[in-house]
């Protein structure tokens, strides 16, 4: 990793928070100007992206690029470093995506009470949390940013929620919160226990690339397990995995539909990238240990999202809890701990976001014609507005997974890189766990062509009839709705932009670095006695360089 200060992350990183303090400094009178302030600054971060996007050196995409490294908090060694490698790429990239389309559709649909100057303010300090959570190589940094999110997204729900809006937020507001808690915990351990000197620091750190170097080696087992679990719970909270799940189908229900985009799209994914980031690089051991508990989760995930979505009669709910269920699917493949489903797991990711994003601004713009989502009182929509009615049938079929679109490469190799995990991984486990995953896909065939069925299908409510409210597409849903499709497909097409952006950083990050010695990461070793003496050795060697 070549370190080189370069102001481009950094601006990419708080450009929206000066926008936001910009659009507060606005009188309200002022709409317009407030929304041009708000969406020319996602615009410019989003062009500044795709300077990255062309600058960057997919040749080494296992390294950091555009790395800066300052002094921040000097007092515990909490350094302010940025970078970006294969792995955060594409989820910065989805960021930039999703966050001004968001704005382009808020236009037409400002969810009441109106408010523009203060829910877009929202939305901007949200960008520059999410983006700050990928690019930070600092753990104190990471979890600063990875809470900035909390409070707009609290506020989102709280003020232009539904009627249960305030129960929601609350319920999100204290899962995330505990989960944090215990994360910080974790972070916390590991700067006291893991011991800087053997990479070359010669106190202890909170840098994530050192811990994922070596950093963390000389922890005993029993600790790293603990630390694990704290790990476990603050990003499995945020996935969310089953079962932490059950604020997200009540926060997805009542936020608004901007909210709802942006918690599908970007926010899920900050958990999975903590585990695939910070949890498993740093403590391999103990994620060998816990994989195959973090799977078993998984599959039930995937079928209890499923069921879950069955048993719904509310449009927005369904799609929430079928997050659960793709979600699930995420996780699988981290939990193989190899290369393959991390990528797997990655690619699933952005699939996802695009995907699920996509079927919540299709439900936001029929709930404002509707003006209900009970899928009993809604039908008939290719009749009374096809093009919105296509959209929908063409999310669905991605969101189950048809050949083609991108949610097909999200799930199949999750499912078979279970086939295969890790050597050191019980096998036989992982084989049961894909059968179950890949009855998942036909309970999410069921659901999704259920929901279309109720809400597509047939004709029109007579209550619904002659409503010269329900329009087809309207042109600010067109400009919001056509990148994301387009890369549907196009990624359905051809996902290998992805997979050969994310893969040798997805290698690098399952191989231990020590002072230069490359030794290969114990869950690649064949057999589980010998991963087990391997995971001993290295410990040694990690004792012998701290003497």
């Known amino acids: 990793m070549e370190y080189d200060n370069n102001w481009l992350l950094s601006l990419m990183v708080f450009l929206p928070l000066i926008g936001a303090a910009v659009v507060m400094l606005i009188p309200k009178a002022q709409e317009e100007l407030v929304k041009v302030v708000a969406l020319g600054t996602t615009v410019v971060t989003a062009a500044l992206g795709v300077f990255m996007l062309f600058d960057f050196d997919y040749g080494k995409s296992g390294d950091l690029q555009y790395v800066v490294d300052k002094e921040w908090i000097n007092v515990i060694n909490s350094r302010y470093i940025l970078g970006v490698d294969g792995m955060s790429l594409p989820l910065i990239a989805l960021t930039l995506l999703i966050v001004p389309l968001c704005l382009v559709y808020t236009f037409g649909h400002f969810p009441e009470p109106r408010n523009p100057k203060a829910i877009l303010a929202l939305i901007l300090i949200l960008e520059t949390g999410m983006i700050g959570t990928f690019a930070s190589q600092d753990l104190i940094l990471f979890f600063v940013f990875f809470e900035v999110v909390l409070l707009p997204m609290f506020f989102m729900i709280a003020v232009w929620g539904g009627d249960d809006r305030r129960y929601a937020s609350l319920k999100f507001f204290l899962y995330t919160m505990f989960g944090s808690a215990l994360m910080l915990v974790s972070f916390l351990a590991l700067y006291f226990l893991a011991d800087g000197s053997i990479v070359g620091d010669q106190v202890n750190t909170f840098s994530i690339v050192s811990l994922s170097e070596g950093a963390s080696l000389g922890i005993s087992r029993s600790a790293q397990l603990w630390i694990f679990a704290g790990m476990f719970v603050g990003f499995g909270v945020k996935v969310p995995m089953f079962p932490f799940h059950t604020w997200l189908p009540d926060a997805h229900t009542q936020a608004p539909t901007v909210g709802s985009v942006i918690l599908a799209a970007v926010l899920l994914k900050l958990g999975t990238y903590g585990f695939i980031r910070i949890a498993i690089p740093m403590l391999p051991e103990a994620a060998a240990a816990w994989a195959p508990f973090i799977g078993l989760l998984a599959v039930i995930g995937i079928i209890y999202g499923a069921l879950g979505c069955l048993a719904q009669r509310d449009m927005k709910r369904l799609i929430a809890f079928s997050s659960v269920a793709h979600m699930g699917f995420v996780m699988l493949g981290i939990s193989t701990l190899t290369d393959f489903g991390i990528n797997a797991a990655v690619f699933g990711m952005v699939a996802h976001g695009l995907i699920t994003g996509m079927l919540f601004f299709v439900a936001g713009s029929m709930k404002d014609r509707y003006h209900t989502l009970d899928m009993d009182r809604l039908g ?11 959209i929908l049938g063409f999310s669905a079929m991605a969101s189950l997974g048809l050949p083609g679109l991108a949610g097909f490469w999200g799930e199949f190799p999750a499912i078979l890189a279970s086939y295969n995990p890790a050597s050191i991984l019980p096998e036989g486990t992982f084989r049961g766990y894909m059968v179950v995953a890949a ?3 036909v309970l999410a065939a069921g659901y999704l062509l259920w ?15 002659d409503n010269e409210e329900i329009t087809d597409v309207k042109k600010h849903e067109w400009i919001a709705w056509a990148p994301i499709l387009a890369l549907i497909l196009l990624f359905g097409l051809y996902p290998r932009p992805i997979f050969k952006t994310t893969d040798d ?3 690098k990050s399952l191989t231990v670095d020590i002072q230069g010695e490359e030794v290969e990461n114990c869950l690649e070793v064949e057999g589980a006695d010998l991963g087990k003496e391997c995971f001993e050795n290295i410990r040694e060697l990690a004792e012998s360089m701290k003497e």
């Not at 008939?380 to 296509?390: F, I």
């Not at 279309?452 to 009839?465: C, S």
């Open 451 to 465: 929901m279309l069925q109720k809400t597509a299908m047939g004709n029109p409510k007579e209550e619904f009839a």
């Open 380 to 390: 008939g929509l290719l009749v009374s507005a096809p093009r919105l009615g296509w």
């Open 505 to 507: 950083a997805v290698v």
């Open 439 to 441: 009855l998942g896909t």
